[in-house]
Each structure stands twice: as C-alpha cells, then as structure tokens.
C-alpha cells in the first residue's frame, strides 16, 4: 500500500536522528532521481546556451591552459572519487539501518555493514557517472555537430537528446539503486544483482515512476515548508539587526548576521539529512514489498495484496 510505505518512511526518518548522518553523506553523491533530474535540466540549458560543449571540446583553451588544466583535473576528479567512497559508505549503512530498524543492530552493526558490500557499490556508483556524463558528452558532440549542418534542426535535436539522454539516466539510477540493495540486503554478488535489478525495473518501471513523483511532490512541499520556517527565523534577527544598526553597533549586526547565516545553514543541512533518510526508506520498503513481501516489523501489510500502484 503506497500510503503505508510512506508511513513506515516517515516514521523511521522521524524517530531515528542517528540515521541523518548516514542520510547527510548520501547525499553528496548523484544517489537519489531528484538530483538526476536537476542536473538534466541544467545540463539541457547549458547545451542550449552551448557555452560547456564548447569550453569542453574548445581544444585551444585545452592547450593554452596546459600543466594548469591538468592538475585541477586530477584534483577535482580525486575529490569527486574521494565523495563518492564517503556517500557509497552512507548509502550502505543507511540501507542497512532501514532495514534493520526494530529488527535489531546497532550504530556499529551499521558501520561495517558500510564495509561489507563497499567495492561493488562503490564501482557501481563510479560507472554509473561515467556513463552519465558520457551520455552527455556524446550528445552535447553531436549537437554541436547538428547546428552547424542545419541549425533549423537543433531544436528538435535538442528535446530528442534531452529525453533519450533521461531515459538511459532513468535506467542508471534505478539499476544502480535496485542493484545496492540487492547486494545489501540479499547478499548478492554484483552480476547477479544487476540481472535481478534489471529484471525488478522492468517489472515494476511504471511503480518507480509513480514513486519517484511522489517523492518530488514530497519534495517541492518540504522544501516550501523550510522556506517558511527559514523566514520566521530571519524575522526575528532582523529587528534586532535593524536595532542595532540605528544605534550603530556594528560589530553586533554583523555578527547577529553570521548567527542567522548559520542557523538557516544548519537547519537545511538538517532538513537534508532528514529528507534524505526518508527518500531512502521509500524506496527500501518499496523494493522490499515488490521483491519479495514485508519482512520488517515496521511494515504489516504486503504492497500487492492491497492494492496496485
């Protein structure tokens, strides 16, 4: 039942702070379909404006910038894959955690669980963004290619990439998504759990896509509901910064201005975390239900037995 799924996700963001701090490294990394979709987006318009295609196949820029070049490559690629360990990390252990929530394990347990199924998602993880920013590369080349043919064509070219290009991120994410928690929770090995995921996406794509909107209409509410906590709190140091700035303590309104900075930083980070946690129990008590029925204490009813998605 989709109204309990998102109950049992709820509740198990709500009444298990500890799982924020898996659910704040998760984040970091392209792990969840709402970050897919905003990164499409903003790719499309960068394709549009053509300003990153062409500073990426702009080779005269490449040769001019040299040594220089090279090195902050290395660099922002080594801090990209150093990211995506700590986010495979909290993926795992937040897997981990979900599922075993009011069926026993403790912070620890969590922990080396993290290690346990690390190399095959983490490869999984660095494949599945190769792919995607390959995906991009290869299109935005062949754009590029199509506008100075015919540049009467882009257009079309450019909602034609566009969507084939969601479609194979569609696939990716959810393979990628399905397949860590076949190896987490089922133990399999990476092939097998690739089959099976495959095979749980085919059966079960128009169940993911109806999730997955849920999550982003969950999404778009949650992020309104901060924006309005986020203005009740800047009301408040406000009046006192304007206060403060009449009698003219200037040291005191910057600093009321650095505590309210911080605050909201903290409270979204929170929010996040939150979020991110509840995303995630989503879709293991979907993945769960679908391959195999409730097996949780958490969740008491089987999601084909009461009704279809």
Same mark, same amino acid.
């Given at each position: 039942?989709?109204? =309990?799924?998102?109950?049992?996700?709820? =509740? %198990?963001?709500?009444?298990?702070?500890?799982?924020?701090?898996?659910?704040?490294?998760?984040?970091?990394?392209?792990?969840?379909?709402?970050?897919?979709? #905003?990164?499409?987006?903003?790719?499309?318009?960068?394709?549009?404006?053509?300003?990153?295609?062409?500073?990426?196949?702009? !080779?005269?820029?490449?040769?001019?910038?040299?040594?220089?070049?090279? !090195?902050?490559?290395?660099?922002?690629?080594?801090?990209?894959?150093?990211?995506?360990?700590?986010?495979?990390?909290?993926?795992?252990?937040?897997?981990?955690?979900?599922?075993?929530?009011?069926?026993?394990?403790?912070?620890?347990?969590?922990?080396?669980?993290?290690?346990?199924? !690390?190399?095959?998602?983490?490869?999984?993880?660095?494949?599945?963004?190769?792919?995607?920013?390959?995906?991009?590369?290869?299109?935005?080349?062949?754009?590029?290619?199509? %506008?100075?043919?015919?540049?009467?064509?882009?257009?079309?070219?450019?909602?034609?990439?566009?969507?084939?290009?969601?479609?194979?991120?569609?696939?990716? #994410?959810?393979?990628?998504?399905?397949?860590?928690?076949?190896?987490?929770?089922?133990?399999?090995?990476? #092939?097998?759990?690739?089959?099976?995921?495959?095979?749980?996406?085919?059966?079960?794509?128009?169940?993911?896509?109806?999730?997955?909107?849920?999550?982003?209409?969950?999404?778009?509410?949650?992020?309104?509901?901060?924006?309005?906590?986020?203005?009740?709190?800047?009301?408040?140091?406000?009046?006192?910064?304007?206060?403060?700035?009449?009698?003219?303590?200037?040291?005191?309104?910057?600093?009321?201005?650095?505590?309210?900075?911080?605050?909201?930083?903290?409270?979204?980070?929170?929010?996040?975390?939150?979020? %991110?946690?509840?995303?995630?129990?989503?879709?293991?008590?979907?993945?769960?239900?679908?391959?195999?029925? /409730? =097996?949780?204490? /958490? /969740?008491?009813?089987?999601?084909?037995?009461? %009704?279809?998605?």
């Amino acid at each position: 039942m989709l109204k =309990q799924i998102f109950k049992n996700s709820w =509740q %198990t963001a709500a009444y298990n702070p500890l799982f924020w701090i898996f659910g704040f490294f998760a984040t970091i990394f392209l792990g969840n379909e709402m970050t897919i979709l #905003i990164n499409q987006a903003n790719s499309t318009l960068n394709l549009v404006n053509n300003v990153y295609i062409k500073n990426l196949f702009s !080779f005269k820029e490449g040769l001019a910038g040299g040594a220089n070049h090279v !090195f902050i490559g290395v660099l922002m690629y080594s801090i990209l894959i150093i990211l995506i360990a700590i986010s495979t990390f909290a993926q795992i252990s937040l897997i981990s955690s979900i599922n075993k929530k009011g069926g026993g394990g403790s912070f620890k347990n969590y922990l080396q669980d993290g290690l346990s199924c !690390f190399w095959p998602i983490f490869l999984l993880n660095v494949i599945g963004l190769l792919i995607i920013n390959l995906i991009f590369v290869v299109m935005g080349s062949f754009l590029i290619h199509i %506008t100075s043919v015919n540049s009467k064509l882009f257009t079309l070219f450019v909602f034609l990439g566009t969507l084939i290009s969601f479609l194979i991120n569609f696939i990716i #994410i959810f393979l990628t998504k399905f397949a860590s928690f076949q190896l987490v929770l089922e133990k399999d090995r990476l #092939i097998l759990s690739l089959k099976k995921s495959l095979i749980f996406l085919g059966k079960n794509w128009k169940d993911c896509l109806l999730i997955m909107a849920c999550i982003l209409g969950f999404s778009f509410v949650f992020g309104l509901f901060f924006l309005f906590i986020s203005m009740g709190t800047i009301l408040p140091f406000s009046i006192l910064g304007v206060v403060a700035y009449y009698f003219g303590w200037g040291t005191f309104f910057y600093g009321l201005l650095m505590v309210n900075f911080c605050l909201i930083m903290l409270m979204l980070l929170v929010a996040i975390s939150f979020f %991110t946690v509840f995303q995630y129990s989503a879709w293991v008590y979907f993945f769960k239900n679908k391959n195999k029925g /409730c =097996q949780t204490p /958490c /969740c008491h009813r089987s999601f084909d037995n009461k %009704t279809n998605l």
